[in-house]
C-alpha cells in the first residue's frame, strides 16, 4: 500500500507531467495504486497521483462524493483541464489527505467545468458545483505543485481523535 505523502516532500510542489500512454501498464498501476490509497482513507474525497509520489496530472475521485443515481460518473480524471470557471466565487471549508490535520477556507469557483481523459482513455467534459466543484480546483491545485495551506484563511489544526 502507497503512503500518502505530507506536506514538506518535494514532489508535493513540483508540476505534474501530462500523461502520454493513457493504457500503459505504468499509467494503470499508478491509478490502481491511488484508488486504494484513497478507499484506505476513511474521510478521504479524492486524491491526484503527486500524493502517492507518482509526478503524473491525474486525479481519483472517491465513490462516496456520488449517490448511486450517480453510478456511472467518471472517477478518474487524467490531464485534466478546466475550460469554464463561474465568476460567483465562494469561502469553501477545506482540508487535505498530505496536510493532516489543518482545516481552512479557501475561495472557490462556485462552479468548474473539466475536459480530461478517462482511465480508457477517452475524453469527457464534466461541469461541477459546490463539493465537486471544489474537488476539480483543489486537485488540479495539485497537479500544479499547490497545496491548499497556500490559499486558506482561518487554519486550524485538530487531533485525529477529534475527527
Ligand atoms: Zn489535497
Redesign the pocket.
Known sequence: MKEILQIGEKILKEKALEVKDILSPAIQKVISDMKKSLAKEGDGV?I?AP?IGHPYRIFVISDRVFDEKEANEERVYINPKIIKTSKRKEMMEEG????RWKYGKVERAEKVTVEAYNEKGEKFLRGGSGLLAQIFQ??ID?LDGI??VEKAKDLTEYEPDEE
Open positions: 479524492a491526484a500524493q487535505c489527505l498530505s496536510v483543489h486537485e495539485h497545496l491548499f
